[in-house]
């Protein structure tokens, strides 16, 4: 079956701690995105990655890390320096079109929570 | 820059009544439109998309939606609704070349028996 997994489902960090959060597509797609989901927010890009080895920033950025290391993969480091990291987070991946017309596929979501 | 209105943050009906979530856009570009929808504790499901020729589209399970570019609206509609609609329905759109898709904040449909 193609899709998108993300693991682990529910993730509990202590107080500065960095977790890292995985995501791996067999869709054979170019561009990956995570999302963070917040009640009553809405979805809100954290990174995208269009091709191995090069990112970009979203719109909240901040105490988050990715990387892209192969094309199937890309985890997401909630690092200390997120003040306020309880989530829903979302992984999803596309193809690229020339005029953004691509449609995003989404994974099952990780639940983050801190003790 | 783009943005996304979902006019309702919930809509309660009865089941088997017709049902309307709103969704306003703005964009300085050529846009694409999408709803999704989540159930709980899962991911976003595309329900259906936008992109180019007719502007009414329709889903597998009776949702269809109609760009209309003059009102820059993309609503969402069911003609009768059942109780396993119950989820989170968000609105998108993506255009230009950034391959961003900016999100609206979601519309709760509950269906009531």
């Known amino acids: 079956d193609g899709g998108i997994t993300q693991s682990p489902k529910y993730l509990f960090r202590k107080e500065g701690q960095n977790v890292t959060l995985s995501c791996e597509q067999n869709?054979?797609?170019?561009?990956m995105y995570w999302y963070r989901q917040d009640p009553g927010q809405g979805l809100r890009l954290i990174y995208y990655?269009?091709?191995?080895?090069?990112?970009q920033k979203g719109d909240i950025a901040e105490g988050y890390s990715v990387s892209r290391e192969k094309k199937e993969s890309f985890p997401l480091t909630v690092t200390s320096a997120q003040k306020n990291p309880t989530a829903f987070y979302l992984c999803?991946?596309?193809?690229?079109?020339?005029?953004?017309?691509?449609?995003?596929?989404f994974g099952p979501g990780t639940r983050l929570l801190v003790l | 820059a783009q943005s996304v209105t979902q006019l309702d943050s919930q809509v309660p009906v009865f089941e088997e009544a017709p049902v309307e979530l709103r969704c306003n856009y703005s964009?300085?570009?050529?846009?694409?439109l999408f709803w999704y929808v989540q159930y709980p504790n899962q991911g976003l499901q595309l329900l259906l998309k936008?992109?180019?020729?007719?502007?009414l589209v329709e889903s597998i399970n009776g949702f269809e939606a109609e760009f209309n570019k003059s009102q820059t609206s993309f609503h969402l509609r069911k003609p009768s609704v059942h109780i396993s609609d119950t989820a989170e329905y968000f609105c998108?759109?993506?255009?230009?070349?950034?391959?961003?898709?900016?999100f609206g904040k979601g519309t709760l449909l509950t269906v009531n028996p």
């Open positions: 999803a991946s596309s193809t690229l079109t020339p005029r953004g017309q691509e449609t995003q596929y």
């Open positions: 869709l054979n797609h170019d561009a």
């Open positions: 990655s269009q091709i191995v080895n090069d990112f």
């Open positions: 964009s300085s570009v050529s846009v694409y």
């Open positions: 936008y992109l180019s020729g007719s502007t």
């Open positions: 998108a759109v993506s255009g230009g070349s950034n391959y961003k898709l900016t």
